[in-house]
């Protein structure tokens, strides 16, 4: 398939079925049928890395660095314990999913703190992108607080690993882009084999569970690991990287992602029957983040139209 917006809305098909997949593995477990993911995913990304490569030569001691043991486990390792937790506290998966999406907030976040960025940008760049941090944070506000400040009820362990999802995501994110594409398949690689000797000593105070798990237990793990995590990725980078090649506008390409948190809660409450997306409050949070979002993988973009003529960078 050599058609980059066709190769994005499979993509975001799959990641759409995420939060449902993720809820339904911590309704059974906390680390074994993530595990299990991880290690359909690494299977799979090895798979189809050996055919894209024709071979396994491209693994290497060359091709590997220390900042892929490090960064790597960010994306699956902490990202993936933290949304079963954030879900198993809530007792949704809702909630965490719109705490998920801060990840562009950290992204720029962390890549300002780590790259230093602010000091080559304008006054109106800084005044955008705080912007957008700040309106991700209101959105965070009147989530935990369901849309009043003033009850003092915050479900404080759902609100932290949620929060840990978007950092962790977003740390991962900003470090995944300096890596050269034909360096991708390496570190992903790195990154779900680490997360699963990470993980493997906590699964195995679950295996009591293997037992009782049933074969909709493991299609769903599967389908995280191996179609969302494996697949999914795959083609989200070749999607790219095609648009790349045949000059088309890759903003526009990364721009159809800002549609996944809506596909993704639309299929949660059509699947699972959670119906937060009906209460004002929720709908708030969930329009604030988007926006935050757009503002903040927009920046550029969005100083060049308030002041065209501006140098922000």
């Not at 949304?83 to 300002?112: A, G």
């Not at 991708?184 to 690689?189: D, P």
Request: glycine share 8%; charged share 10%; with cysteine.
């Amino acid at each position: 398939m050599n058609n980059p917006r066709i190769l994005a809305l499979f993509t975001i098909l799959l990641w759409s079925f995420g939060a449902y997949l993720t809820r339904l593995i911590a309704l059974r477990s906390q680390f074994l049928l993530l595990a299990l993911a991880f290690l359909f995913a690494f299977l799979t990304l090895l798979v189809v890395n050996g055919i894209q490569h024709r071979g396994f030569s491209f693994i290497n001691r060359q091709s590997l660095k220390l900042g892929y043991l490090l960064f790597g486990p960010l994306g699956y390792f902490v990202y993936s314990v933290a949304y079963n937790q954030s879900s198993r506290s809530y007792n949704s998966i809702s909630e965490p999913t719109i705490l998920n999406y801060t990840w562009p907030v950290f992204t720029i976040i962390f890549t300002d703190l780590v790259f230093n960025r602010k000091s080559r940008r304008s006054l109106l760049f800084r005044m955008v992108e705080a912007a957008g941090i700040l309106l991700g944070f209101c959105s965070i506000v009147i989530l935990a607080t369901r849309g009043n400040p003033a009850a003092f009820q915050i479900n404080l362990p759902g609100i932290f690993w949620g929060l840990l999802t978007g950092l962790s995501y977003g740390v991962f994110s900003a470090y995944s882009s300096t890596i050269q594409e034909d360096r991708q398949g390496v570190f992903l690689l790195v990154a779900t084999l680490v997360s699963l000797a990470l993980i493997a000593g906590f699964a195995m105070g679950e295996l009591d569970l293997l037992k009782s798990l049933t074969l909709k237990d493991l299609a769903a793990a599967f389908a995280l690991g191996g179609l969302l995590d494996g697949i999914g990725y795959t083609a989200w980078i070749r999607a790219n990287r095609l648009a790349h090649q045949q000059q088309e506008d890759i903003s526009a390409i990364a721009s159809l992602m800002l549609i996944l948190p809506f596909t993704s809660l639309l299929i949660v409450s059509l699947l699972l029957g959670e119906n937060q997306l009906l209460q004002p409050y929720f709908i708030t949070s969930l329009l604030l983040i988007l926006v935050s979002s757009i503002i903040c993988q927009k920046t550029s973009a969005i100083v060049d139209w308030i002041k065209p003529e501006g140098k922000h960078s």
